[in-house]
Each structure stands twice: as C-alpha cells, then as structure tokens.
C-alpha cells in the first residue's frame, strides 16, 4: 500500500516537470502587450512610437539588446530628441512612455537594469505660453458668429454649418477630447435620473466615462439629431461625416480637429481641437470652481496634470501673500 502511494507520488511530480518544461514563457511583446493593452489605442500607438523612435537611434533588433543599456544613453537620446527640434511636451511624452515600458520590462525580468534613470533625465520645461493656452470666451463667440459666414462647399452646407457649430460647443461644455467625441454615437447620449449623459467607452485611460451634459447642449443634439433624420442622413454616431462619399461614416479624431482649425482661421487663430478642453479647464479653476471637482470632470488621473492649465499670470494675481501683514 505504501510502495502503491509512493509510485503515485512519483508520477504526479514527473507529471508535474513535464508541465513546467512544455510551459510557454511569455515574451517580452507579450509582456508589453498584457500590461498595455489595457490603454486606450492611441495611447498604445504612442508608446510603440516611442520604443521604435528608440531603437531607431540606438540599433536596438531585439529586447535583450537593452539587457545592459548605459542609463547615460538614454540621457543621449534625449539629447537627440532635442536636437532635432522636438517641442518639449513631445519629448517629454516620448520619454514618458519609455519610462513605463522600461520599468515594466524590467520588473518582469527582461532587463537586468532599468536604463531609465530619473535622476538624470530631468522633464523639459514647458512654456505656458504655449501654442495649447486657453481661449477668451470673446474668441469663442467670435468663430460661432464666423461659423455661419464661411462658405461651405455642396448640398449639405447647411448640415456642415450646423455640425461644426455643435462639435466647437460640445469640446468645450464637455472639454472632451477629439476622439472621444468621434467615438460618440447617439446610444451614448442617455439619462441618468434627472441628468442627461453623454457615456465616453473610448477615453485615454482605456475606461469608461461619464460626464453631465448642459441642458442646452442636449438639446442642441436633439435638434441636430432631427435635422440629420428630416435630411436622410441616417447615421449611429453623434457627428458624422458628410462627404459626398463617406456621408453618414464616422468622423477621425483628426477630421473633428479639422473643424476647430478652420473655425480658428475664420478669425485669425492658430489652434487644435485642445484647446477648447484647455480652455474649460482653465476658465473653471479662474471662476473658484474645486481642483478636485475640476479634476474629476477633466478625468485627469493627478490633480498635478489639471493644475498646470491654471496660467501663471492669475497665480500671480491671486497671490496669497499679498495679504499677508507688512513687516
């Protein structure tokens, strides 16, 4: 009986040797694609961008190239994203994300040492005067007034007027992003209780969010929702195309910058679609709105990355020593 155990003992450890040598370890694109995989797909597309741009530079073929990688080189690379005339918010997104993936590499073991050392590469200074501020509300008004002067081209003129009119209003009331609000399709626009809701499933921390619409906002939609019906413009998404041949499609991210470019230009202006998040960011923290509740309805992970839209020009002019008793 106890020769009979033993034999069985004996074959479950063989039985279990076998597992662990025919078990499949995981690679290291494997490894990367696990941990980021849970981003959202531009964000994953940076940082594969930013690792190619790396081993573009550097030589790199395969992940055990870096096993032994100078931290000192790294600090080169970035010498050469300077070099190259990179603005610093891109150089500092690049060296970002190759913070994460060296650190993720390294924790699983495929590098003996993390070749990211912050210690040495210190994050480019960011000018607040940068081409991304904040909007007067005056310039605002300014493109809406603009929006129904500009000329557009076809049939459907008076759809593109009123479809760029409504994209400008909704990035800003909402300070949504571009892509999630070509992601948006009419069955994301719900009531939650008393509030209506525009549900974003495609947002850069890769979850999904929800953020209170203006009344007025909603029932812009809802008008505009009724236009595209009484004109045959039968489409699952919140802003569609309307060119000749993608009519009804889905809008890029880039095609809803578009039209915060030329809305821009229509007054002078040089801006992207940011800078309407930039700007109701920043004009809710100078109304005395909570960073928390500021944070919260920009869906910043830190408060630290919602505090830098407050311009410096209005720390200064809120300066909280200036009541302070002279000595």
Not at 43 to 64: H, P, V
Not at 146 to 165: K, M, P, Q, T, V
Not at 268 to 284: E, F, Q
Request: hydrophobic share 40%.
């Amino acid at each position: 009986m106890i020769l009979s155990q033993d034999k069985e003992l004996e074959k479950r450890d063989l039985e279990i040797s076998d597992l662990r040598i025919n078990q499949k370890k995981i690679t290291p694109v494997e490894v990367l694609n696990l941990v980021f995989g849970e981003y959202a797909l531009n964000t994953q597309r940076a940082y594969a961008r930013a690792f190619r741009n790396l081993q573009e530079w550097s030589g790199i073929k395969d992940i055990s190239d870096m096993e032994n990688f100078d931290p000192l080189r790294m600090l080169e690379f970035k010498k050469h994203l300077v070099s190259l005339g990179k603005k610093p918010s891109t150089i500092n997104q690049i060296m970002s994300a190759l913070r994460k993936v060296c650190r993720v590499l390294s924790e699983f073991g495929y590098l003996k040492q993390n070749p990211f050392k912050a210690s040495l590469i210190r994050a480019e200074k960011v000018d607040n005067s940068s081409n991304k501020g904040a909007l007067k509300v005056s310039q605002l008004n300014a493109m809406i007034d603009a929006n129904e002067n500009i000329e557009y081209d076809g049939r459907l003129s008076h759809l593109l007027r009123y479809r760029n009119g409504l994209v400008l209003k909704f990035l800003y009331l909402t300070a949504a992003r571009r892509g999630e609000v070509s992601d948006l399709i009419w069955e994301d626009i719900v009531q939650d209780g008393v509030f209506n809701v525009a549900i974003l499933r495609h947002t850069k921390s890769g979850k999904e969010q929800r953020i209170k619409l203006r009344n007025e906002l909603y029932n812009d939609l809802l008008d505009w929702r009724k236009l595209l019906e009484t004109n045959n413009v039968l489409s699952d998404y919140v802003f569609p195309s309307l060119g000749f041949r993608t009519l009804g499609g889905k809008m890029s991210g880039k095609g809803i910058n578009d039209i915060i470019v030329r809305l821009g230009k229509s007054i002078g202006l040089n801006i992207s679609a940011h800078y309407l998040r930039h700007t109701a960011i920043t004009l809710a923290l100078e109304m005395g709105e909570p960073l928390q509740k500021v944070q919260s309805y920009a869906r910043h992970a830190s408060a630290n990355t919602t505090i830098r839209y407050y311009h410096d020009r209005k720390l200064l002019e809120k300066n909280p020593t200036d009541k302070l008793p002279l000595i």
